[in-house]
């Protein structure tokens, strides 16, 4: 070990790394730990490491999720791809899948979260539909939480090569963000990027004021 190590290396699990945010910083910024979090920080993590990037401080890296929940922030954290940037676009198409790619190697990770065996899951499963039915009690909800923290942690320290499939592909990045004018709808004559603007009857539309007008 080398002499610049400090004390958070005594914390670290072997799937914490030293240059990501942790993941109690992932948990900070989501709202609550949950093992879907927990997924995305071990899908980013390993990621990052097989492209041997840092947390980028801008555009370098893209990120395509296929998936909209939990994970994807604990993505944003770890990659520092983010939708406000344009570089993180997120496909609700409800697989644990992540893919990266960097613009300045042009090399691209495709991150699979396999089903990991959770003898935990039917419970876990009955218990939220209780809760969300809002019939489940204070003692089941404090189950509920704990079952959940359980689980978690094992997605914090499950092999990657169970959990994981990671393997280079080829995929070109799509374009940086571009910088738009901005010009007034017609219709609701609220200033609105001109690269989205849509011709309705010869007048330039928002696409909210576009719809309204194709449902009438
Ligand atoms: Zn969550
Ligand atoms: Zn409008």
Redo the contacts with the bound molecule.
Sequence with gaps: MCENNTDSHIHANPHTHDEYPSFDECVRFHGHSCPGLAMGYRAATAGMRRLGVKRPYDEELVCIAETDACGVDAIQMITGCTSGKGNLIVHDYGKHVFTLISRESGRAVRILVRQVEMPEREAMDEMRRRILSGTADEGEEHAFRRLMGIVTERMLKCPETEMLEVRDIEIAPPAKARIFTSVA??????P?ADARIEVIDGAR??I??AKKVVRR
């Excluded at 709808?185 to 609220?190: I, P, R």
């Design positions: 709808c017609a219709c609701c004559g609220e609105v539309v928002c909210p004021c």
